[in-house]
């Protein structure tokens, strides 16, 4: 039965465990975005193959978009995490709901991934249209 408490949970967490907890699902997910950018290296690394064959150099063939590509998914992260964090922890000392930064944190990092696929996809329909 709910006593009036701002939080009904199972878990028996004071106000006080709250913050904690809170950089605790932080950390799990910057560790599930680690992940993610592993698989999205692994994408930059292989995008590059055809890099030579072309003309004229595709972005993603330049020193730049090489570069690009590879920072992007971990800058995306560390803005991520960097977000949730301070953001949350305001919000939690203003006496709001930290939670919600989660998505902004989450939304910062998907940006990032998404400007990875445009850099990786970005002239590739140019040079199968030329193809004889």
């Given at each position: 039965m709910n006593t009036g408490t701002p939080y009904a949970?199972?878990?028996?967490c004071t106000p006080d465990q709250w913050p904690?907890?809170?950089?605790?699902?932080v950390a799990v997910l910057a560790g599930f975005g680690l992940?993610?950018?592993?698989?999205?290296?692994?994408v930059s690394i292989f995008a590059t193959d055809?890099?030579?064959?072309?003309?004229?150099?595709p972005f993603r063939c330049t020193t730049a978009g090489t570069l690009t590509m590879y920072?992007?998914?971990?800058?995306?992260?560390?803005?991520?995490?960097?977000?949730?964090?301070?953001?949350?922890?305001?919000?939690f000392g203003r006496g709001d709901s930290p939670w919600y930064f989660l998505l902004?944190?989450?939304?910062?990092?998907?940006?990032?991934?998404?400007?990875?696929?445009?850099?990786?996809?970005?002239d590739?329909?140019?040079?199968?249209?030329s193809a004889p």
């Open positions: 949970s199972a878990l028996p904690l907890l809170y950089l605790c699902t992940l993610v950018n592993l698989g999205a290296l692994y055809d890099c030579g064959s072309t003309t004229p150099t920072a992007l998914p971990w800058v995306g992260l560390i803005v991520a995490v960097v977000a949730a964090v301070g953001l949350g922890l305001d919000a902004a944190g989450a939304g910062a990092h998907l940006a990032s991934l998404a400007a990875l696929c445009a850099a990786v996809m970005w590739r329909g140019e040079r199968k249209a």
